[in-house]
């Protein structure tokens, strides 16, 4: 079975704070890919970052970094000098073929709260 | 602008109605999603279509149904509408099949049922 878990519903932090967000995945196929998307409180849902099952570097963009370690099923998002902007909810998302199709399964998202 | 553009962007009516979402991909994409987002559900996929054909389905009543038009353009019908089917619609578009390469989503349809 797949899974994605966002275990951190609520998270808040003051501006300039650093900030992690966790994704615990599950899945038993050796090709897949994660993904982070950002939800605004505009609604629209952004693609921030994909990474393949067999790319373990870590990534960082600007401020964004993403920590992908298989060993412990986990691809962590962290924030650092968060900004009010960074506000929104935040998802990750697993793509793995399961079953004959492809399988896109979202966590049930981190709202974060950056406070000024 | 994702390149994704969904139609309507609010739409509200009455139990028991039927409505239909519009979308259309991203300029070469392939592939066109339907997510549901509720409050209380997250966000719940619902169907999947690529370059005409189903390719995949999720948690999608009976009362709904989608198809892909040959310009790849995608509606989403809903049908004997009810209370909790207030949500937020969200159509998304990948290139590919396999949504390997991360999709683009629009800006959604909220839906309200009264």
């Known amino acids: 079975a797949q899974k994605v878990t966002q275990a951190q519903t609520e998270i808040s932090v003051v501006e300039k704070e650093d900030v992690t967000l966790d994704c615990v995945y599950e899945?038993?196929?050796?090709?897949?890919?994660l993904f982070w998307y950002k939800q605004p409180p505009s609604g629209e849902l952004v693609f921030l970052i994909r990474?393949?099952?067999?790319?373990?570097q870590n990534e960082i963009s600007g401020r964004y970094s993403w920590n992908f370690q298989k060993s412990t099923s986990s691809f962590n998002f962290t924030i650092t000098a968060s900004q009010v902007v960074d506000s929104a909810v935040y998802f990750c998302?697993?793509?793995?073929?399961?079953?004959?199709?492809?399988?896109?399964?979202f966590g049930t998202g981190t709202r974060l709260k950056v406070l000024a | 602008d994702s390149g994704v553009t969904q139609t309507p962007k609010h739409l509200i009516t009455a139990t028991g109605q039927r409505v239909t979402l519009r979308c259309s991909p991203r300029?070469?994409?392939?592939?066109v999603y339907w997510y549901q987002q509720s409050l209380d559900q997250g966000l719940q996929f619902l169907i999947q279509?690529?370059?005409?054909?189903?390719?995949a389905k999720g948690n999608i009543l009976e009362r709904f149904s989608a198809q892909q038009f040959p310009d790849l353009h995608s509606e989403l019908n809903l049908s004997s509408l009810e209370l909790g089917d207030s949500a937020l619609y969200f159509c998304?578009?990948?290139?590919?099949?396999?949504?390997?390469?991360?999709?683009?989503f629009g800006s959604g349809t909220r839906l309200t049922v009264v």
């Open positions: 998304a578009s990948s290139p590919t099949g396999t949504g390997a390469l991360g999709y683009t």
């Open positions: 899945t038993r196929d050796t090709t897949y890919y």
């Open positions: 990474r393949n099952s067999f790319d373990e």
């Open positions: 998302a697993l793509s793995a073929f399961t079953s004959g199709t492809y399988k896109y399964i």
């Open positions: 300029s070469g994409d392939l592939s």
């Open positions: 279509y690529y370059n005409g054909e189903e390719r």
